[in-house]
């Protein structure tokens, strides 16, 4: 079975950092780019990182750039999202997805999952910054 499981989520105060894993089972995630997105009710799905498969290669979008980072260990099969300066406005339930073309999970974080959508999800996991 395909599979991503997202795990670290919880609650953190304003200024605190949180790190998410996502976990592939049923197949390699070195194979493939992975990105991270965040989802509010009422609101579209919004992208906040990725990576792709062997160069690394990451790009983040203003929203996030310069308090998350992205990182894989492929002998774990997982990926990372280190997030830091946490805000109330970062709370969303946060999916990753992965998919074998970069470009895919580029458009999707860039502009929308109606871009490019990631052949895999995760079940997402929950992130609530409040004091």
């Known amino acids: 079975q395909v599979q991503l499981v997202e795990s670290g989520g919880g609650l953190v105060q304003p200024g605190g950092s949180l790190r998410l894993s996502c976990t592939a089972s049923?197949?390699?995630?070195?194979?493939?780019?992975i990105g991270w997105f965040r989802q509010v009710p009422g609101k579209e799905r919004e992208g906040v990182s990725c990576i792709s498969s062997r160069d690394g290669r990451t790009y983040y979008p203003e929203s996030a750039k310069g308090r998350f980072s992205i990182s894989r260990d492929n002998a774990k099969n997982t990926v990372y999202l280190q997030m830091n300066s946490l805000k109330p406005d970062d709370t969303a339930v946060y999916y990753c997805?992965?998919?074998?073309?970069?470009?895919?999970?580029?458009?999707?974080?860039?502009?929308?999952?109606?871009?490019?959508?990631?052949?895999?999800w995760g079940q997402g996991t929950l992130v609530t910054v409040s004091s």
């Open positions: 997805a992965a998919d074998r073309f970069y470009a895919t999970v580029f458009r999707a974080v860039v502009g929308g999952v109606t871009l490019g959508d990631p052949e895999v």
């Open positions: 049923g197949f390699t995630l070195d194979d493939y780019a």
